[in-house]
């Protein structure tokens, strides 16, 4: 079981995240980047150098558990490896010679990623498995997420790509925004326009009696930020308590409603703040504090879902031990 000193690399993998997530969809705010990506390397460098100088002996990882069931522990330690090196190169020829991309996508640095994550599981010392699981199972959520959903959606539907997202944005994050903008006594209109390949989400609001235009694009959106952290909640509750129940499915519907609410409060305070003090500000707002916003939102909801779900599966687990039962793994 993960200890409360543990939580600084959890902390810091969600800074570093973050940052990366920030720069990759085109915030470019450099100084924030690199803030976060500093604090969040010192965390994690901290907890994995002094906390696991108390680990006595390593465990199996989740993904070995799991296979053990139907192989051995030498077959499963060729088969992950080798499924790694399978999942890029399949991905990697279907995305070249089936559809003719050559360009890199977002899925494209996921899924190889995640074959990287599967080829170098075993690598490394034992006592980090539980580090490794994590990284493992928040690469195949975001794989299963970003990679699997939708293109299997593109494909069954005939829809692009680019109509699937413009309108994900603007009944999830568009809509909600400006409903909400309204209550604070903004005027506030939206428009959709899938016409082109450009921006399809626009928020218009009003500044001094005239109209301001605002492009909502993906990165701006929060949808993919919505999957990043998701995922990771998702990855760390399960190498946490090695199993699913009422509870823990009662916390990850939480969890996503509570991150699709925290992009759209990131978004509504942006807006209100360039309603009151101009575009200027609402840029500040957008590149340097929404991601703070953000993350504090994200991490405090994490800190109290988990802590509820520890009281909850320790008295579970020791209902369980009165009626005879075993007790779920600890690590």
Known sequence: MWTPKDWPLLLGSLLIVAALYNHYMGHSTYFVELVFIAIGIVLALYSLITIKKETKEPGNGVLVDLLSRIMTKERSAILIPLAGFLLIAVWSGWKLFVTGQADLRMEDFIVTLFGISLVLYHAGPSKY??????????????????????????????????????????????????????????????????????????????????????????????????????????????????????????????????????????????????????????????????????????????????????RVEKKLGTVQKSHGETAPQKT
Not at 162 to 181: D, K
């Open 129 to 310: 498995v539980m580090e490794k699981d994590f990284a493992v199972l928040y690469l195949m959520f975001l794989t299963i997420v970003f990679a699997v959903v939708w293109k299997t959606y593109t494909i069954v539907s005939g829809d692009s790509y680019y109509r699937i997202n413009a309108y994900s944005e603007y009944y999830f994050i568009t809509i909600p925004v400006v409903f909400l903008v309204r209550l604070f006594g903004v005027g506030a209109s939206s428009e959709l326009d899938t016409s082109s390949h450009g921006i399809s989400n626009t928020i218009i609001y009003e500044y001094h009696g005239r109209n301001i235009y605002l492009g909502i694009g993906e990165g701006c959106s929060g949808l993919y930020s919505a999957g990043l952290f998701f995922s990771a909640f998702l990855a760390f509750v399960l190498v946490r308590y090695r199993r699913v129940d009422r509870y823990i499915l009662a916390a990850l519907g939480l969890g996503f409603v509570l991150t699709w609410l925290s992009n759209i409060l990131r978004m509504v305070i942006t807006i209100l703040v360039g309603s009151v003090w101009g575009h200027p500000a609402l840029v500040f707002v957008h590149s340097y504090i929404g991601i703070i916003i953000f993350v504090v939102f994200v991490t405090v909801f994490w800190l109290l879902i988990v802590r509820w779900l520890d």
